[in-house]
């Protein structure tokens, strides 16, 4: 664990995910005031606390199939003497689209 923390690769990616979360954040923040501004007043407050609230829980579940998705390195199958797992083959395909 202490190994971890003393990690530069470790805190470069904690910084990372962090400033994505805050620029995903705001942009969560201003698309809701976007639509919420088209609804009648006595609704705008309940819309908002739901929508940012659907938005923290969707990126919630974002991050954990993300770790999920990283743990599956067992090989399914070999080509050209290179082992391929689930975790290769869902980058890979992420990165084509």
């Known amino acids: ?3 971890l923390l003393l990690d530069p690769a470790a805190w ?3 910084v990372t995910l962090t400033a994505l979360e805050i620029v ?3 942009d969560n923040i201003i698309f809701l005031s976007i639509l919420v501004a088209k609804l009648p007043a006595h609704q705008r407050h309940s819309a908002r606390l739901l929508g940012l609230g ?3 829980v969707t990126r919630i ?6 770790a999920w998705v990283m743990r599956l390195s067992n090989p399914l199958f070999e080509l050209f003497g290179q082992e391929i797992s ?3 083959l869902i980058l890979f395909f992420g990165g084509l689209s």
């Open 1 to 3: 664990m202490m190994e």
């Open 12 to 14: 470069a990616a904690l």
């Open 24 to 26: 995903l954040g705001i």
């Open 54 to 56: 659907f938005a923290m």
């Open 61 to 66: 579940l974002l991050l954990l199939s993300l």
């Open 86 to 88: 689930g975790r290769d």
